[in-house]
C-alpha cells in the first residue's frame, strides 16, 4: 500500500493551495480518508476527512470555511483544497487512509506560509 501526497510548497498569507493525496494497493473507495498536519514542536493535528463514499466531510475548527476535502474514487486521490492560508497553517501535511482497524499514512508533503 501507498499513500503519496503532493502539492505542498511555500505560499504567502492569504494564497491557496490544493493537496493530493494517490492512493495505490488498496481498495481505495472502502477506506475513510483523513488529513492530518505536523507542525515543529507540536502534536499531530487531524485537519479534515470524508468517508468513504464522500457524503460526509468534518473540519478542525481552525479551517473550518477555508479548507475543503473531497475525493476521487475513480482515480484514488483524496484532495485537500486550502484557501486563505495563514502562517499557522505551516506545516506537514499528511493523509490517512481507515478501515476498521487497519490504518496507513503518507510521508507527508511540506506546506510553508510565509511573506
Known amino acids: 500500500v501507498q499513500l503519496v501526497e503532493s502539492g505542498g510548497g511555500l505560499v504567502q498569507p492569504g494564497g491557496s493551495l490544493r493537496l493530493s493525496c494517490a492512493a495505490s494497493?488498496?481498495?481505495?473507495?472502502?477506506?475513510?480518508m483523513s488529513w492530518y498536519r505536523q507542525a515543529p514542536g507540536k502534536e499531530r493535528e487531524l485537519v479534515a476527512s470524508?468517508?468513504?463514499?464522500?457524503?460526509?466531510?468534518n473540519y478542525a475548527d481552525s479551517v473550518k470555511g477555508r479548507f475543503g476535502i473531497s475525493r476521487d474514487n475513480i482515480k484514488n486521490t483524496v484532495y485537500l483544497q486550502m484557501n486563505s492560508l495563514k502562517p499557522e497553517d505551516t506545516a506537514v501535511y499528511l493523509c490517512?487512509?481507515?478501515?476498521?482497524?487497519?490504518?496507513?499514512w503518507g510521508q507527508g508533503t511540506q506546506v510553508t506560509v510565509s511573506s
Open positions: 490517512k487512509a481507515i478501515l476498521r482497524n487497519i490504518e496507513y
Open positions: 494497493g488498496l481498495t481505495f473507495s472502502r477506506y475513510f
Open positions: 470524508i468517508s468513504s463514499a464522500g457524503s460526509s466531510t
